[in-house]
């Protein structure tokens, strides 16, 4: 079976056992993701909705007994990256190899007995598309060494490991939404999550029994999280809840947004922090909307509220750019039903919520859009509600 994981079981395990001279122990997957709604909510303490995508990242492993890591991608040239388990240490590069590593050393800086693996990666996930490909590498390394090494960590455990390898280890300051949709999703659901105590609910997202599709549109538009634009929004937001005296902007509540932004406006407070904690509070409003709408089986009326929350991340977050907004605006002339930008921004990916008998109108659209204003053919596939994080493969012959 290959479909959107990529190279198949079998191919993965060949692949592993002539790179490394003996077989994997097992095989494992975790998914990308995309955001229905919810953006830049989730290191605010506040609520998401993603569900995770069929695209995803496997990984053959075998444990080591000797600190050794060996690491190597089939979608990255060169060799294998060894590692000493012991001298892992936080910003110290490595590339894409960062990512696994620094589950490693989240392991093992929280007492975890990790002494070593062979791992061999491979994934469908579009990198820099907005779509979390390193939270899928971060989860299928972490789940993998968690079943291995018998440490017992739940998927949420496993989630917040990925996540401080990812801010700490790489130094990403992001949220933990993307490593918890990666390590929990469910087939048929999107995620409802509250990022402060990490409950979440599964809620069903039938979209084709409601005669619907939702496409993903990847721009071609490659961004990266680690230029500072996502660390400058971190801050400010942060900064807006000192200024209010509350502990995060989630402890803002809809209803006191307008007098809020009027004694920041008051106090002086620089107009961008204004802008942003109008965006992530207004946006953890939209999370709850939709959540309502789902639960009333009213899927097409969540259309308007993707809309206004891709208002709110153009205009008040700022961290759109000129193909995401063609998308929208594409999509949106051609009949659909709402749409927006999805994920960190400055890039990546859009989603559009369509009648499924008018998914080929607006495709169609949107790429003669992108074409007449000479931008590169963006990637247009429909987001199909998957499994989180699995062992794919039983146990095989140990290293």
Known sequence: MTDHAGTGHAELTASFTELYGHAPEGVWAAPGRVN????YTDFND?????????????????????GELRLHSTDVPGGVVSLRVEELAPRSGHGWAAYPAGVVWALREAGHPVTGADIELTSTVPVGAG????AALEVVTALALNDLFELGLSAPELAVLGQRAENDFVGVPCGVMDQMASACCTE???????????????????????????????TRVKHSLGDGAYAERRAGCEAGARALGIPTLRDLPYDGLGDALGALEAAGVDES??????HVVSDNH????????????????AGPVLDDGHRSLRDDLRVSCPELDLVVSAAGAAGALGARMTGGGFGGSAIVLV??????????????AFTSAGHAVPGVFPAVPSAGARRLVPAGPAA
């Open 36 to 39: 229905l709604i919810g953006e």
């Open 273 to 278: 922090v204004v802008r942003y904690v109008r």
């Open 46 to 66: 506040g609520f998401v909705m993603p569900l995770a995508l069929p695209h995803a990242a496997r990984a053959a492993v075998a444990r080591r007994t000797d």
């Open 286 to 301: 939209r999370v709850e909307r939709v959540i309502e709408l789902l639960d009333a089986g009213d899927v097409r009326a």
């Open 355 to 368: 009648e499924d008998s008018a998914a080929d109108t607006v495709t169609k659209a949107v790429v003669e």
């Open 188 to 218: 048929g659901h999107a995620l409802y999550l509250d990022t402060r105590d990490l409950t979440q609910r599964q809620v069903p997202f039938d979209l084709e029994a409601h005669g619907l599709r939702l496409l993903v549109v990847d």
């Open 131 to 134: 779509l979390s490909s390193s």
